[in-house]
Protein backbone atom coordinates (compact mmCIF):
# COMPACT_ATOMS: atom_id res chain seq x y z
CA UNK A 1 0.00 0.00 0.00
CA UNK A 2 2.68 2.76 0.95
CA UNK A 3 6.20 1.63 -0.59
CA UNK A 4 9.27 4.70 0.26
CA UNK A 5 12.18 3.83 -1.75
CA UNK A 6 15.42 5.83 -1.69
CA UNK A 7 14.35 9.05 -0.36
CA UNK A 8 16.31 11.99 0.67
CA UNK A 9 14.55 14.80 2.59
CA UNK A 10 16.48 17.98 4.08
CA UNK A 11 16.25 20.91 5.93
CA UNK A 12 18.19 23.52 4.22
CA UNK A 13 21.27 22.45 3.94
CA UNK A 14 20.63 19.70 7.01
CA UNK A 15 20.66 16.02 5.28
CA UNK A 16 18.00 14.49 7.50
CA UNK A 17 16.77 11.22 5.71
CA UNK A 18 19.19 9.21 3.76
CA UNK A 19 18.09 6.45 0.97
CA UNK A 20 15.55 5.61 2.86
CA UNK A 21 13.40 3.00 1.70
CA UNK A 22 10.77 0.24 3.66
CA UNK A 23 6.97 -0.50 2.91
CA UNK A 24 3.61 -1.15 4.52
CA UNK A 25 1.36 -3.80 3.49
CA UNK A 26 -2.32 -3.20 3.39
CA UNK A 27 -3.42 -3.80 7.57
CA UNK A 28 -0.46 -3.85 8.92
CA UNK A 29 0.66 -1.60 11.94
CA UNK A 30 4.27 -0.35 11.52
CA UNK A 31 6.44 1.49 14.25
CA UNK A 32 9.03 3.59 12.98
CA UNK A 33 11.31 4.17 16.24
CA UNK A 34 14.27 6.27 16.84
CA UNK A 35 15.90 8.86 18.98
CA UNK A 36 14.92 12.28 19.46
CA UNK A 37 16.08 13.91 16.00
CA UNK A 38 16.39 10.20 14.42
CA UNK A 39 14.03 11.37 11.35
CA UNK A 40 11.11 10.08 12.46
CA UNK A 41 8.76 13.52 11.83
CA UNK A 42 10.86 13.92 8.73
CA UNK A 43 9.60 10.66 7.52
CA UNK A 44 6.39 10.99 8.27
CA UNK A 45 6.13 14.46 6.99
CA UNK A 46 7.88 13.27 3.67
CA UNK A 47 5.01 11.30 3.33
CA UNK A 48 2.72 14.29 3.14
CA UNK A 49 4.46 16.16 1.42
CA UNK A 50 5.43 18.69 4.14
CA UNK A 51 8.89 18.16 3.33
CA UNK A 52 9.47 17.38 -0.48
CA UNK A 53 12.41 14.96 -0.75
CA UNK A 54 14.95 15.57 -3.15
CA UNK A 55 15.51 12.17 -4.78
CA UNK A 56 13.59 9.18 -4.35
CA UNK A 57 10.12 7.91 -4.80
CA UNK A 58 7.01 7.44 -2.54
CA UNK A 59 4.05 5.81 -3.58
CA UNK A 60 0.76 4.78 -2.09
CA UNK A 61 -1.48 2.46 -3.42
CA UNK A 62 0.04 3.10 -7.30
CA UNK A 63 0.17 6.93 -6.91
CA UNK A 64 3.84 8.81 -6.95
CA UNK A 65 2.99 11.17 -3.97
CA UNK A 66 6.40 13.00 -4.35
CA UNK A 67 4.01 14.93 -7.52
CA UNK A 68 1.43 16.29 -5.34
CA UNK A 69 0.96 19.24 -3.23
CA UNK A 70 -0.04 17.82 0.46
CA UNK A 71 -3.39 18.88 0.09
CA UNK A 72 -4.10 15.78 -2.98
CA UNK A 73 -1.97 13.57 -0.88
CA UNK A 74 -4.30 13.81 1.80
CA UNK A 75 -7.48 13.30 -0.73
CA UNK A 76 -6.16 10.04 -2.15
CA UNK A 77 -6.84 8.96 2.12
CA UNK A 78 -3.45 9.12 3.51
CA UNK A 79 -4.88 10.46 7.39
CA UNK A 80 -1.85 12.29 9.13
CA UNK A 81 -2.38 13.17 13.18
CA UNK A 82 0.81 15.11 13.98
CA UNK A 83 2.41 15.47 17.37
CA UNK A 84 1.14 19.30 17.56
CA UNK A 85 -2.09 17.27 17.50
CA UNK A 86 -3.33 21.02 16.02
CA UNK A 87 -7.50 20.98 16.71
CA UNK A 88 -9.15 23.72 17.11
CA UNK A 89 -9.29 24.80 20.84
CA UNK A 90 -11.98 27.66 20.23
CA UNK A 91 -14.69 25.16 18.50
CA UNK A 92 -16.41 21.97 20.77
CA UNK A 93 -15.22 18.18 20.44
CA UNK A 94 -18.30 17.93 18.23
CA UNK A 95 -18.22 20.57 16.27
CA UNK A 96 -14.14 19.83 15.62
CA UNK A 97 -15.16 16.15 14.15
CA UNK A 98 -17.36 17.72 11.90
CA UNK A 99 -14.71 19.83 10.76
CA UNK A 100 -12.89 16.32 9.74
CA UNK A 101 -16.07 14.79 7.78
CA UNK A 102 -15.38 13.27 4.38
CA UNK A 103 -17.35 11.40 2.35
CA UNK A 104 -17.57 7.49 2.46
CA UNK A 105 -14.57 5.89 0.46
CA UNK A 106 -15.37 2.66 -1.23
CA UNK A 107 -13.70 -0.23 0.06
CA UNK A 108 -13.30 1.73 3.18
CA UNK A 109 -14.46 1.52 7.29
CA UNK A 110 -16.73 4.46 7.59
CA UNK A 111 -16.28 6.29 10.27
CA UNK A 112 -18.84 8.24 12.18
CA UNK A 113 -19.37 10.19 15.37
CA UNK A 114 -21.39 7.55 16.77
CA UNK A 115 -18.61 5.28 16.20
CA UNK A 116 -16.15 7.47 17.25
CA UNK A 117 -17.73 8.13 20.41
CA UNK A 118 -17.90 5.02 21.38
CA UNK A 119 -14.36 4.25 20.36
CA UNK A 120 -13.46 7.27 22.53
CA UNK A 121 -15.99 7.44 25.83
CA UNK A 122 -14.03 10.08 27.10
CA UNK A 123 -14.85 12.64 24.44
CA UNK A 124 -18.84 11.50 24.19
CA UNK A 125 -18.76 13.13 28.04
CA UNK A 126 -17.45 16.08 26.97
CA UNK A 127 -18.43 16.43 23.56
CA UNK A 128 -20.00 19.67 24.12
CA UNK A 129 -16.53 21.10 25.91
CA UNK A 130 -13.97 23.32 23.66
CA UNK A 131 -10.78 21.76 22.36
CA UNK A 132 -9.00 24.30 24.88
CA UNK A 133 -10.88 22.76 28.34
CA UNK A 134 -9.31 19.40 27.42
CA UNK A 135 -6.26 17.76 28.62
CA UNK A 136 -3.51 16.80 26.72
CA UNK A 137 -4.96 12.76 26.12
CA UNK A 138 -8.36 14.33 25.69
CA UNK A 139 -6.43 16.44 22.69
CA UNK A 140 -4.72 13.49 21.46
CA UNK A 141 -7.72 11.53 21.20
CA UNK A 142 -9.52 14.26 19.26
CA UNK A 143 -7.13 14.77 16.96
CA UNK A 144 -7.36 10.98 15.37
CA UNK A 145 -11.09 11.35 15.80
CA UNK A 146 -11.06 14.28 13.55
CA UNK A 147 -8.55 12.38 11.41
CA UNK A 148 -10.77 8.92 10.96
CA UNK A 149 -13.95 11.20 10.00
CA UNK A 150 -12.01 11.59 6.75
CA UNK A 151 -12.29 8.22 6.55
CA UNK A 152 -8.42 7.43 5.95
CA UNK A 153 -7.01 4.58 3.81
CA UNK A 154 -3.47 4.80 5.41
CA UNK A 155 -3.24 6.83 8.92
CA UNK A 156 0.29 8.29 10.14
CA UNK A 157 0.71 9.11 13.63
CA UNK A 158 3.51 10.97 15.18
CA UNK A 159 4.17 10.42 18.68
CA UNK A 160 0.88 9.71 19.69
CA UNK A 161 1.97 8.76 23.43
CA UNK A 162 4.33 11.68 23.78
CA UNK A 163 2.93 13.51 27.01
CA UNK A 164 0.26 11.21 27.80
CA UNK A 165 -0.44 9.86 30.87
CA UNK A 166 0.05 6.16 31.03
CA UNK A 167 -3.59 5.10 31.45
CA UNK A 168 -4.78 7.53 28.27
CA UNK A 169 -1.68 5.66 26.84
CA UNK A 170 -3.38 2.34 27.60
CA UNK A 171 -6.54 3.86 25.79
CA UNK A 172 -4.63 4.57 22.83
CA UNK A 173 -3.14 1.51 22.20
CA UNK A 174 -6.59 -0.29 22.52
CA UNK A 175 -7.80 2.34 20.00
CA UNK A 176 -5.05 1.47 17.65
CA UNK A 177 -6.29 -2.47 17.90
CA UNK A 178 -9.67 -1.25 16.68
CA UNK A 179 -8.06 0.58 13.50
CA UNK A 180 -6.39 -2.76 12.75
CA UNK A 181 -9.41 -4.91 12.82
CA UNK A 182 -10.62 -2.72 10.86
CA UNK A 183 -8.42 -3.19 8.61
CA UNK A 184 -6.67 0.59 8.37
CA UNK A 185 -2.84 -0.11 8.14
CA UNK A 186 -0.94 2.71 10.63
CA UNK A 187 2.77 4.26 10.79
CA UNK A 188 3.43 4.93 13.64
CA UNK A 189 6.35 7.33 14.74
CA UNK A 190 6.93 6.38 18.24
CA UNK A 191 9.74 6.35 21.17
CA UNK A 192 7.99 4.57 23.66
CA UNK A 193 8.90 0.81 23.00
CA UNK A 194 6.49 -0.65 25.13
CA UNK A 195 3.37 1.41 23.31
CA UNK A 196 4.57 0.53 20.20
CA UNK A 197 4.65 -3.14 20.97
CA UNK A 198 1.88 -3.70 22.02
CA UNK A 199 0.28 -2.40 18.76
CA UNK A 200 2.78 -3.35 16.12
CA UNK A 201 3.03 -5.64 13.50
CA UNK A 202 6.38 -4.66 13.02
CA UNK A 203 9.29 -2.37 13.86
CA UNK A 204 11.74 -0.10 11.33
CA UNK A 205 14.61 2.07 13.33
CA UNK A 206 16.34 4.59 12.09
CA UNK A 207 18.99 6.06 13.05
CA UNK A 208 20.58 9.91 11.76
CA UNK A 209 17.82 9.81 8.87
CA UNK A 210 19.12 5.99 7.97
CA UNK A 211 17.34 2.32 8.28
CA UNK A 212 19.12 0.41 10.99
CA UNK A 213 16.53 -2.06 11.30
CA UNK A 214 13.60 -3.70 9.41
CA UNK A 215 11.49 -6.65 11.01
CA UNK A 216 8.72 -8.32 13.57
CA UNK A 217 9.30 -6.89 17.22
CA UNK A 218 10.57 -10.96 18.28
CA UNK A 219 13.37 -9.90 15.93
CA UNK A 220 13.99 -6.56 17.46
CA UNK A 221 13.69 -8.19 20.70
CA UNK A 222 16.13 -10.93 20.06
CA UNK A 223 18.42 -8.93 18.61
CA UNK A 224 19.20 -6.26 21.79
CA UNK A 225 22.01 -5.12 20.76
CA UNK A 226 20.00 -2.78 17.82
CA UNK A 227 18.03 -1.75 20.95
CA UNK A 228 20.76 -0.41 23.00
CA UNK A 229 22.44 1.28 20.28
CA UNK A 230 19.58 2.65 18.79
CA UNK A 231 16.86 2.97 21.14
CA UNK A 232 18.49 3.03 24.31
CA UNK A 233 18.40 6.73 26.65
Given at each position: ?LEITDINSFYGKAHILRDLSFSIKPGEVVSL????????????????????????????????????????????????????????????????????????????????????????????????????????????MLSIARTLMGNPRLLLLDEPSEGIAPVIVEQ??????????????????????????????????????????????????????????????
Open positions: MLGRNGAGKTTTVKSIMQLVKPQTGQIFFDGVELTQLPTHKVAKLGVGYVPEERRIFTDLTISENLEVGRQPPREGVFEWTTDILFDLFPNLLERKNNRGKALSGGEQQMAQTILRLKDEGLPVLLSEQNLHFARLVSDRAIVIEGGLKKFDGAFSELEAQPEIRDAYLSV
